[in-house]
């Protein structure tokens, strides 16, 4: 600790306990608070990160993805070539999961959305973490043509997968905003949590969602059964899809709804 030249502690510290002990150690520069800030100007949550530490936020600076170096493209290949899936132009990774189940498009819905994209002349592929696959099982129990599943990868694997389909679907969640930094064309499905704070930066990214959440609070949310922020329209993802895959964007740095409005009758 005491060849640190700066310490950056992202939670409250109110008692100074925190900041005591790398004072101790001799730490010049402490930077302690809380991304949960109250005192925070930012919206986005990256953007009340880069506030805590006086940095530039995103609407300030250009948008940047990250490169995927070629021996993680080669496990990626390696990965798709077991499942045999070689060179697909029209390949659609879909992730069925997410954190929360709160947070997700209901099986039935989801597995519309897979047989359209089939329809659609594009090729499906479902991809199942770790803790997703009750979320998978779900679904491909309404497909009469169920897609194949690339599981059991970790996250660099992931990451070599990334760069080599033509779109990514998924809901909120940590996969979504990985495909995003990695510059791959993703339309996010949002429901209950809010875009503009947790929504992935990009103009090759589109975010969906079903009419506003009027619940005021997390157990609100998980007591509600209808969920009417989840009702996305299938067409209306599709229409995304179609808009993205063209390489139409905003001129927002941050996509929110406007290449996808929601329709108050849910398909």
């Given amino acids: 600790m005491n060849r640190c030249d700066r310490a950056v502690v992202w939670m409250e510290d109110k008692e100074s306990v925190l900041g005591s002990f790398f004072q101790e150690f001799g730490v010049a520069s402490v930077q302690i608070q809380s991304p949960f800030s109250k005192g925070l100007r930012a919206t986005h949550q990256s953007d009340r990160f880069l506030e805590t530490l006086g940095e530039p936020t995103r609407e300030s600076v250009s948008e940047r993805t990250v490169q995927v170096p070629p021996h993680l493209l080669e496990r990626g290949k390696d ?18 999961g997410s954190g929360s189940v709160h947070k997700r498009l209901e099986p039935r819905r989801m597995a519309s959305l897979i047989e359209r994209l089939w329809q659609e002349g594009m090729y499906p592929l479902i991809l199942e973490g770790p803790a997703d696959q009750d979320a998978v099982g779900q679904a491909l ?70 009419l506003p959440c009027g619940c005021e609070s997390w157990e609100t949310i998980k007591s509600c059964v209808e969920k009417p922020c989840l009702h996305v329209p299938v067409e209306k993802i599709l229409e995304a899809s179609r808009l993205t895959s063209r390489g139409t964007d905003n001129t927002r740095p941050h996509n929110s709804t406007e290449t996808a409005l929601s329709l108050a009758t849910p398909q």
């Fill in 141 to 210: 129990r309404f497909m009469s043509r169920p897609p194949l599943v690339l599981r059991d990868l970790d996250l660099s694997q992931l990451a070599g997968v990334f760069p080599q389909v033509a779109l990514y679907i998924g809901h909120d969640s940590g996969v979504t905003h990985l495909a995003a930094l990695l510059g791959v064309r993703t339309i996010a499905i949002f429901g209950p949590t809010d875009q503009h704070r947790w929504g992935p930066y990009g103009r090759h990214v589109s975010i969906v969602r079903g």
């Fill in 79 to 96: 990965s798709l070539d077991a499942l045999r899936v070689f060179q697909e132009p029209s390949l659609v990774l879909v992730h069925p």
